[in-house]
């Protein structure tokens, strides 16, 4: 592991601005993007990255690196980069609830948690309805402190991001009551759910279908007006041949997207507008697995790639709760 921007891989960042790896795709996307600012690698030298979640409190970066079952930390102040929690029963997903503690998904225990503020861990939810959880997986929480979140069994399909073993429940998308702690389904129907997150709103709820056949989607829902399900399931983005991921919004509603497989011409970040029209693209020279905003004005965005984490500060502002 690594934080020296020109070490691993045979990247170096752009000496010209504008950075000719942020492209606009739709006129739309030129508002959003700084002539001055380029993508810049803050660590390289991981396995599989995912779950970035900025502290903008302490000025530091977390994220998962799944097969090394570890959350690493970036320091704003100091560029270091250290581990935050080894082993972390392979952490995946991961955010901050409304009172700022981390909430994490984990393959191994199969698991939800949130670290509280003295840095134990508690158990949100391990079991439903007496069977064990597949390997929660992407996570997001909600203004009145629920939090929701997506269970495919992607981390317990071998030992690479957890332990091998066979599913007990369907691949689910649940929300957490934050007065009782009690989980129900929302979602049911969808082929290997991932990446979500909720509009500026929350009047929308954008869940990714991994495993959509023919091609991978970003599917939306109207979220209830007690904010408590989900109806009217419809596609707002089909893939074709990329790989959605994780996301997350912007205030202004666009849908910022991992994405790559495929082919290399795929890597990098998708931007999308709330009507579902492709605005923009960070190239990246890796797959992009999550991502979330940050830094001073939440508008710095952190991309969780395969082997690195890349940064790149934009015009706009992420929504709470990413």
Known sequence: MSNDNNQGGGW??????PDPSVIS???????????????????????WNEGPVWFGDGRYLLWSDIPNNRILRWDEVTGAVSAYREPSTFA?????????????CEH?????????YDGTV???????????????NDVVVKSDGSVWFSDPPFGILGNYEGHRSEPEL???????????????????DILGPNGLAFSPDESKLYIVESRGVPSRKILEYDVAADGRSISGKRILIDAGPGTPDGFRVDVEGNLW??????????????????????????????????????????????????????????????????
């Not at 170096?12 to 601005?17: A, G, I, K, N, V």
């Not at 191994?108 to 509280?116: A, L, Q």
């Open 257 to 322: 997207c991992g994405w790559g497989m495929g082919s290399a011409d795929l890597d990098g970040v998708m931007i999308f507008s709330p009507d579902g029209t492709p605005i923009g693209r960070i190239a990246l020279p890796e797959r992009c697995a999550n991502l979330c905003f940050g830094g001073r004005a939440n508008s710095r965005l952190f991309m969780a790639a395969s082997h690195s984490v890349y940064a790149l500060y934009v015009n706009v502002a992420g929504v709470k709760g990413g």
């Open 12 to 17: 170096t960042p752009s000496t010209r601005y």
């Open 122 to 136: 508690t158990v949100l939810i391990d079991r439903f309805e007496g069977k064990r959880l597949n390997s929660p």
């Open 25 to 47: 795709l739709d006129p739309r996307f030129d508002a959003l993007k700084l002539p001055l600012a380029g993508v810049e690698r803050l660590a390289t030298g991981c396995r």
């Open 170 to 188: 369907g691949q689910n998308v649940y929300r957490l009551d934050p007065e009782t702690g009690e989980a129900s389904i929302v979602a049911d």
């Open 108 to 116: 191994g225990g199969r698991r939800v948690t949130r670290t509280e």
């Open 92 to 104: 995946n997903g991961q955010t901050r609830d409304r009172q700022g503690r981390l909430i994490t």
